[in-house]
T-cell receptor, first 114, second 112 residues
Framework: NAGVTQTPKFQVLKTGQSMTLQCAQD?????MYWYRQDPGMGLRLIYY???????DKGEVPNGYNVSRLNKREFSLRLESAAPSQTSVYFC?????????????FGPGTRLTVL | ELKVEQNPLFLSMQEGKNYTIYCNYS?????LYWYRQDPGKSLESLFV?????AVKQEGRLMASLDTKARLSTLHITAAVHDLSATYFC????????????FGKGTRLHILP
């Protein structure tokens, strides 16, 4: 079992460029999440998906879009990157939004926007 | 407003000492999670606390939950250098669409 995988691991963008961060899990989890981590800020939820076909905004959704492609995959898109989106992005999954939600995290993507 | 506060945010301690990290939260919850993050790495689940009075222990770490006080503690006994990491608590607010809010983390540095 690979758990939660993310690609790419590192990315450098110029302001205004777009990109998609990919996330996949092989644990048959229903819920998936995208977080960003900035120094001194902890983890902040960008978007989450409680089940295939549904997505909801988190604390900091502006500038991002998501797609829950199927039960395994949840992608995060930056349409027009800004320097404020320089961060480490983590994808996570959990078994069931109705039960307890211990989350399992991917390795992260370090994104720099110049 | 949903808030989760950890303290201290930074802790430097000697090996062999005991210490406690505190996680306070703003409104009713009986689901709380502790995670560990090593520098440059991802987060790893440590403990899942699901009811008032829950206590979990793993090695030198013990976590507890007091839902009436809205407080969880992570106690470190006889610290060793390998426990140096950042520790996060996360609270699941079931009456608020199951929102999960993370604390800002406690960076623990254990000096040999």
């Amino acid at each position: 079992n690979a758990g939660v995988t993310q690609t790419p691991k590192f990315q450098v963008l110029k302001t205004g460029q777009s990109m998609t961060l990919q996330c996949a899990q092989d644990m048959n989890h229903n819920s998936m999440y995208w977080y960003r981590q900035d120094p001194g800020m902890g983890l902040r939820l960008i978007y989450y998906s409680a089940s295939e076909g549904t997505t909801d905004k988190g604390e900091v959704p502006n500038g991002y879009n998501v797609s829950r492609l199927n039960k395994r995959e949840f992608s995060l898109r930056l349409e027009s990157a800004a320097p404020s989106q320089t961060s480490v992005y983590f994808c996570a999954s959990s078994a069931d939004a109705g039960a307890y939600n211990e989350q399992f995290f991917g390795p992260g993507t370090r994104l720099t926007v110049l | 407003e949903l808030k989760v506060e950890q303290n201290p945010l930074f802790l430097s301690m000697q090996e062999g000492k005991n210490y406690t990290i505190y996680c306070n939260y703003s409104t009713t919850s009986d689901r709380l999670y502790w995670y560990r993050q090593d520098p440059g790495k991802s987060l790893e689940s440590l403990f899942v606390l699901l009811s008032n009075g829950a206590v979990k222990q793993e090695g030198r770490l013990m976590a507890s939950l007091d839902t009436k006080a809205r407080l969880s503690t992570l106690h470190i006994t006889a610290a060793v250098h390998d426990l140096s990491a950042t520790y996060f608590c996360a609270v699941e607010f079931m009456n608020r669409d199951d929102k999960i809010i993370f604390g800002k983390g406690t960076r623990l540095h254990i000096l040999p």
